[in-house]
C-alpha cells in the first residue's frame, strides 16, 4: 500500500471510515460483520482507521474498532472524534446542517475534552488515540479554547496528533496558532469539492486532508439501487433523486468501464490524484468491496482520463445538495 503524509503522521494512501459499521446507519449490521471488514481493511494494507464517539449507540463504533483493532494496535493509527456524546447536564449546541432532520448538536468546552478523550480511551481499549478531532466546530465555543484542551491531552500523552474536522480556513488557521493540526477532514468526492481556501489553509500549515464519504455515502460505487429502512442516507437530499441522478452519473461509470475497473476504483483513484497530502477514508461492510476500494491506492490515472473524468463530472449536474452545512 502507498504511504501519505498527514503533517508529521504517515498513513496509508487510503485509509477506511468505520461509521458504516455500526447499526443505524447503513440499516443493520451485526459485529462479527464490522470486524471482518475491519480485518480485511488491515490485512490489505490499511492503517488509518477512522471513528467518533457519535457513531453508533453509547461509544458502539469505538469499542468495535478496539476489538478489531487489539492485536495489530501498535502497527495503525486510530482516528476517533469528539464533541456528541455531551455528558448528561450539560448543553447541547444547535447548528443547522443541510440533512433533512435540520441539525446536529455537540459541545465543545475546553471543560469537557479531557472526559471525552478519556472515555474514547476505555471505549477503544487503548493508552492512545493517535489522530483526535473535534467532529464538528462548536457554535458557541472559539477552535482556540478547544484546540488548547486537545493540546494538554498531547503533552500529557493521551494524544498523538491534533485533527479538525468540518471546519472552515479561518478556523484552521486560528487553531495552528494555538498548536500544530496534522490533519483536517472534510468532505470530498466526485459530487462534492472542498473550498479552494479550505485546501490553501492546509498548504500553507503542512496540514493533510482527510477524505470523508469519498464515495459519496457509497452512491459513486455506481451499486445503489434504492435505500432501505433504518438507512442514514435518507436524509440526504442527493439520495431523494437517486434514480435520476443515477442517469446523470453513467457517462463516469462508463470511463470506469472502459478502464477495466470499478467506478468505486475510479472514484478513489481521482480523489487521490486531486493532491498529494488527500487520504480518503472509504467505508464498507463487504470484505471483498474493503479490498476492492484499497486497490484504488495502485491505480494510476493519466492527465487525458482525468480531463475526461472532468469533463463528465461538469456534465452531470447532480440533483440536490451533497454539502452538509449548505451554503455556509
Same mark, same amino acid.
Given at each position: 500500500?502507498?504511504?501519505?503524509?498527514?503533517?508529521?503522521?504517515?498513513?496509508?494512501?487510503?485509509? !477506511?471510515g468505520a461509521m458504516v459499521l455500526s447499526p443505524g446507519m447503513y440499516g443493520e449490521i451485526d459485529d462479527e460483520r464490522g470486524e471482518a471488514a475491519l480485518r480485511a481493511a488491515v490485512d490489505a494494507g490499511a492503517t488509518l482507521v477512522d471513528t467518533s464517539d457519535g457513531y453508533g449507540t453509547d461509544g458502539h463504533n469505538e469499542r468495535l474498532v478496539g476489538r478489531a483493532l487489539a492485536a495489530v494496535r501498535d502497527d495503525v493509527v486510530i482516528a476517533t472524534k469528539f464533541g456528541f456524546r455531551v455528558p448528561d447536564g450539560e448543553p447541547a449546541h444547535r447548528f443547522g446542517v443541510s440533512m433533512e432532520f435540520g441539525e446536529l448538536a455537540v459541545n465543545n468546552d475546553p471543560r469537557l475534552v479531557r472526559g471525552y478523550a478519556e472515555q474514547s480511551l476505555?471505549?477503544?481499549?487503548?493508552?492512545?488515540?493517535?489522530?483526535?478531532?473535534?467532529?464538528?466546530?462548536?457554535?458557541? !465555543?472559539? !477552535?482556540?479554547?478547544? !484546540?488548547?484542551?486537545v493540546a494538554e491531552l498531547v503533552e500529557a500523552g493521551l494524544v498523538r496528533h491534533l485533527g479538525l474536522s468540518n471546519v472552515d480556513a479561518d478556523q484552521v488557521r486560528r487553531a495552528h496558532a494555538v498548536h500544530p493540526v496534522s490533519a483536517v477532514q472534510t468532505q470530498w468526492a466526485m459530487w462534492h469539492r472542498p473550498d479552494e481556501d479550505l485546501v490553501a489553509a492546509c498548504d500553507e500549515i503542512g496540514a493533510g486532508l482527510v477524505a470523508w464519504s469519498p464515495l459519496g455515502s457509497g452512491f459513486l460505487t455506481g451499486a445503489v439501487a434504492g435505500i432501505g429502512e433504518g438507512d442514514f442516507r435518507q436524509n440526504l437530499e442527493r439520495f431523494s433523486h437517486l434514480q435520476e441522478n443515477n442517469d446523470r452519473y453513467a457517462p463516469v461509470r462508463a470511463i470506469a468501464e472502459d478502464l477495466g475497473i470499478s467506478p468505486a476504483q475510479l472514484a478513489l483513484a481521482w480523489l487521490l490524484a486531486q493532491h498529494p497530502h488527500v487520504v480518503p477514508i472509504p467505508g464498507s461492510r463487504a470484505p471483498s468491496h474493503v479490498v476492492e476500494n484499497l486497490d484504488a491506492a495502485r491505480v494510476v490515472l493519466d492527465e487525458s482520463t482525468l480531463a475526461r473524468i472532468d469533463e463528465a463530472l461538469a456534465s452531470a449536474g447532480f440533483r440536490g445538495t451533497a454539502d452538509v452545512f449548505g451554503d455556509r
Open positions: 500500500m502507498p504511504t501519505r503524509t498527514l503533517g508529521s503522521l504517515t498513513t496509508s494512501a487510503l485509509g !477506511v476505555r471505549e477503544l481499549g487503548t493508552d492512545r488515540i493517535d489522530l483526535y478531532y473535534p467532529h464538528f466546530p462548536d457554535p458557541e !465555543v472559539p !477552535v482556540e479554547d478547544t !484546540v488548547g484542551a
